[in-house]
Nanobody
Framework: QVQLVESGGGLVQAGGSLRLSCVGS????????MGWFRQPPGKEREFVAA????????LYADSVKGRFTISRDNAKNTVYLQMNVLKPEDTAVYYC?????????????????WGQGTQVTVSS
């Protein structure tokens, strides 16, 4: 059973930056592709970014391309989401997730393990 714990959320002004972290335990971290999802108030959870096992391949939602960067450090069992030029519409609870699929994907249903989420609020 994989456990995931996110941190780094908070309140930031529009145009600012935050870096989210997600630490995994209970499994071999490097065997999992890792994803970030977010759930805005009153909306469904949506894909943000994903990174493959060795960090060589990444995927991004169109809404965050060029502003967000996903990365990982397998030695630290940690995946990061660097968020720059934040906008009020980025306000959401952000979740990290893990999946052992051998194909990098964006499907929420494909991820087996989830963290508890961290709140990001962007003020205008």
């Amino acid at each position: 059973q994989v456990q995931l714990v996110e941190s780094g959320g908070g309140l930031v002004q529009a145009g600012g930056s935050l870096r989210l972290s997600c630490v995994g335990s209970g499994g071999t971290f490097s065997l999992y592709q890792m994803g970030w999802f977010r759930q805005p108030p009153g909306k469904e959870r949506e894909f943000v970014a994903a990174i493959f096992r060795n960090g060589g391949n990444t995927l991004y939602a169109d809404s965050v391309k060029g502003r967000f960067t996903i990365s990982r450090d397998n030695a630290k069992n940690t995946v990061y989401l660097q968020m720059n030029v934040l906008k009020p519409e980025d306000t959401a609870v952000y979740y990290c997730a893990a999946d052992r699929s051998i194909l990098l994907h964006t499907r929420r249903s494909g991820y087996d393990y989830w963290g508890q989420g961290t709140q990001v609020t962007v003020s205008s």
